[in-house]
């Protein structure tokens, strides 16, 4: 195993901060996945939700994922927070790791995530189990 294979949570949160700083427009960052629910393999990557004043140029976006890579040593799933959707967004409040920002931007986003759940999730599941439905009668 290398060395960045044993990165802790307290190494793994520097790197990411000492990146994202270099880009101020960030306001918000949540770790997600395997490396935040500390069950990482050798191959798992990293996956990181990131909010910004203003939506990333598709330039900006693989700059900024490229920086993370050669940091933390992994591929980098990178999504923005504020776009996110259902059902990953309540992955990403669940289980994630804020590592940057403030408590009312991701107050915000529990928000936004809570009045889906209530408001879309039941219709989304509906015409899932709908569609599934339609597949087993075939």
């Not at 044993?6 to 997600?32: C, N, Q, W, Y």
Request: glycine fraction near 6%; include cysteine.
């Amino acid at each position: 195993m290398s060395a960045i294979d044993m990165v802790g949570d307290i190494e793994l949160t520097k790197r990411i901060r000492r990146v994202l700083s270099r880009h101020p427009v960030i306001r918000l960052a949540v770790l997600f996945g395997s490396l935040a629910r500390n069950t990482a393999r050798r191959d798992s990557d990293l996956d990181i939700a990131v909010g910004a004043d203003i939506p990333f140029h598709p330039q900006e976006k693989i700059q900024l994922i490229e920086e993370l890579a050669e940091a933390i040593g992994r591929p980098v799933d990178l999504v923005d927070i504020f776009a996110v959707g259902e059902p990953l967004l309540g992955e990403i409040i669940t289980s994630g790791k804020k590592i940057l920002g403030d408590d009312s931007s991701y107050a915000c986003l529990i928000s936004k995530h809570l009045i889906n759940q209530a408001d879309f999730m039941p219709y989304q599941r509906r015409i899932l189990q709908e569609r599934r439905q339609a597949w087993i009668t075939l």
